[in-house]
């Protein structure tokens, strides 16, 4: 089955996913701050944890959620950046109709980091109250990459700035932000 066409030819989505504690919120944040307006942050944690309010769950309603909120982000002509742990088990068959239905360029990126990495990185974060250790082994998967053509797979070493080069580059996502693009992502009136 075929994907409903989304996005234009000028649209550019790409997917930053990875471990808890890899990179990838920072990363995805500091891809969008860089490109200034246009481009829309989506947020896995935000959607599924904040608005849903939901445990990430077989069968649970966020998938769905994600995939509409980027599918209408890019259907009103911004750029998008979508990331999250995004487990293939539960995220690949949204992240294939993503793929397969947009009409621009995509890049699906994993930040590649080892179980003992992330918990050290952890250690750093200013959620390290809200989670703990064993808690994130739990949630751990190793190397869960996609395996599709093109995805860019970025090994714990990369720095963030190294990172977000290569996401830019790789994706076409142009890096031109100046500090009045800073504002929240608000068409002008």
Same mark, same amino acid.
């Given at each position: 089955?075929?994907?409903?066409?989304?996005?234009?030819?000028?649209?550019?989505?790409?997917?930053?996913?990875?471990?808890?504690?890899?990179?990838?919120?920072?990363?995805?944040?500091?891809?969008?701050?860089?490109?200034?307006?246009?481009?829309?942050?989506?947020?896995?944690?935000?959607?599924?944890?904040?608005?849903?309010?939901?445990?990430?769950?077989?069968?649970?309603?966020? =998938?769905?959620?994600?995939?509409?909120?980027?599918?209408?982000?890019?259907?009103?002509?911004?750029?998008?950046?979508?990331?999250?742990?995004?487990?293939?088990?539960?995220?690949?068959?949204?992240?294939?109709?993503?793929?397969?239905?947009?009409?621009?360029?995509?890049?699906?990126?994993?930040?590649?980091?080892?179980?003992?990495?992330?918990?050290?990185?952890?250690?750093?974060? =200013?959620?390290?109250?809200?989670?703990?250790?064993?808690?994130?082994? #739990?949630?751990?998967?190793?190397?869960?990459?996609?395996?599709?053509?093109?995805?860019?797979?970025?090994?714990?070493?990369?720095?963030?700035?190294?990172?977000?080069?290569?996401?830019?580059?790789?994706? #076409?996502?142009?890096?031109?932000?100046?500090?009045?693009?800073?504002? =929240?992502?608000?068409?002008?009136?």
């Amino acid at each position: 089955m075929l994907a409903e066409p989304t996005g234009s030819l000028d649209t550019i989505l790409v997917c930053v996913r990875g471990n808890s504690g890899s990179g990838k919120s920072s990363t995805a944040r500091e891809l969008r701050r860089r490109h200034g307006r246009g481009c829309a942050l989506v947020e896995q944690d935000y959607l599924r944890r904040i608005l849903l309010r939901e445990r990430d769950k077989p069968g649970g309603a966020a =998938p769905a959620l994600i995939g509409q909120t980027v599918r209408f982000a890019l259907d009103h002509g911004y750029h998008v950046v979508l990331e999250g742990i995004l487990h293939t088990s539960r995220y690949r068959s949204m992240l294939t109709s993503l793929w397969d239905g947009h009409r621009g360029r995509s890049l699906f990126c994993y930040l590649d980091v080892s179980l003992a990495e992330t918990l050290r990185r952890h250690l750093t974060r =200013p959620q390290v109250t809200e989670f703990t250790s064993d808690q994130m082994s #739990g949630w751990y998967a190793a190397h869960d990459v996609l395996g599709w053509p093109g995805e860019l797979v970025l090994p714990e070493t990369t720095t963030l700035d190294e990172a977000v080069e290569a996401i830019a580059a790789a994706a #076409g996502l142009p890096q031109t932000g100046r500090d009045d693009d800073l504002l =929240p992502n608000v068409p002008p009136s």
